[in-house]
């Protein structure tokens, strides 16, 4: 089994339902406030090691009673921590989300995640990893660093997961370093300027990326399901009919999933399949990190 080293943020977040979204200079009442650890990147290695891959995380948090619970509830979930950057100067990053409607609007405030040094994660990737582990990342650290990582991780061998979110235009040149390119509908328009919700349009999508340089463009489209461009052939698998309750870590927990799965030696078409089942279970759940099934509670799902 190959390991999974997640490079990614760390968040508290702080989410509450409204009934409508206020307007300017508006306050309205909201209801069921929660507090939940989250970050994409924290809730990709929770969904990795819940689905049993050897998940180990490298980031950054504040020296402060949430960067503390981050860290204490990763630990106690199984994932490896031992190459965290501690910052004395700046505080966890923050996620604060109104749940609105069966969606939610994320206003970020990165903190620690923006500090991860390059250097600090090149030494930690350099010793952890070995060729055919699996690196994945997104864009909620510094911008720059999370590229050069991306192109260091590819050099030495690793499998490379990119999830663009939130969705920046990126050069090019960087596109060859990316064996997954993982986007939703608003990430692909953002990237090629078409928002797909047909086959054909994904992969026009597909064609566009790939020409860049990326092996494999995975287009995640909500309760439709997601579409799949390799060289070899067009992969859909279709979302399962669930009751939607909340929707914020659903794409991070297709993610992780996938990446556990590939981490054992599953086709990538096997490994969608069984992300799709997480997913699915993830959004009939509040929360972010506590949505997220383990692969015993995805198996006893879809056997009934």
């Known amino acids: 089994m190959k390991k999974v080293i997640v490079v990614g943020s760390l968040n508290m977040d702080l989410a509450i339902k409204v009934d409508k979204i206020p307007n300017e200079g508006e306050t309205i009442h909201g209801h069921e406030f929660l507090m939940n650890n989250g970050g994409k990147g924290g809730n990709q290695a929770i969904a990795a090691v819940r689905s049993g891959a050897n998940?180990?995380?490298?980031?950054?948090?504040?020296?402060?009673?949430?960067?503390?619970?981050?860290?204490?509830?990763?630990?106690?979930?199984?994932?490896?921590?031992?190459?965290?950057?501690?910052q004395e100067n700046e505080s966890t990053g923050l996620a604060m989300i109104i749940c609105h409607n069966k969606d939610n609007r994320i206003i970020l405030n990165p903190g620690a995640n923006f500090s991860l040094s390059y250097s600090f994660a090149k030494d930690k990737l350099s010793k952890l990893a070995q060729e055919g582990d699996y690196f994945v990342t997104q864009f909620e650290n510094d911008f720059d660093t999370t590229l050069q990582l991306l192109e260091y991780a590819k050099s030495i061998g690793m499998k490379t997961i990119l999830n663009p979110a939130p969705a920046k235009v990126f050069p090019d040149e960087f596109y060859k370093y990316i064996d997954i390119l993982v986007l939703n509908q608003s990430e692909c328009e953002i990237l090629t300027h078409i928002y797909p919700k047909t086959i054909e349009e994904?992969?026009?999508?597909?064609?566009?990326?790939?020409?860049?340089?990326?092996?494999?463009?995975?287009?995640?489209?909500?309760?439709?399901?997601?579409?799949?461009?390799?060289?070899?052939?067009?992969?859909?698998?279709?979302?399962?009919?669930?009751?939607?309750?909340?929707?914020?870590?659903?794409?991070?927990?297709?993610?992780?999933?996938?990446?556990?799965?590939?981490?054992?030696?599953?086709?990538?078409?096997?490994?969608?399949?069984?992300?799709?089942?997480?997913?699915?279970?993830?959004?009939?759940?509040?929360?972010?990190?506590?949505?997220?099934?383990s692969s015993e509670e995805i198996n006893k799902f879809f056997q009934r």
């Open 202 to 293: 994904c992969e026009r999508v597909g064609q566009i990326l790939r020409s860049k340089g990326t092996e494999n463009v995975v287009i995640t489209l909500g309760e439709i399901g997601s579409v799949t461009i390799t060289d070899k052939e067009i992969i859909k698998v279709n979302a399962y009919k669930v009751e939607v309750v909340d929707s914020t870590a659903a794409g991070d927990s297709f993610i992780g999933a996938m990446a556990a799965q590939l981490s054992f030696g599953y086709s990538l078409k096997e490994a969608l399949e069984y992300a799709t089942k997480a997913s699915a279970i993830t959004v009939t759940r509040k929360g972010a990190q506590i949505s997220i099934p």
């Open 55 to 86: 998940t180990l995380f490298i980031g950054s948090v504040g020296r402060d009673s949430f960067g503390n619970t981050i860290l204490e509830s990763l630990k106690s979930n199984g994932v490896n921590v031992d190459s965290m950057e501690i």
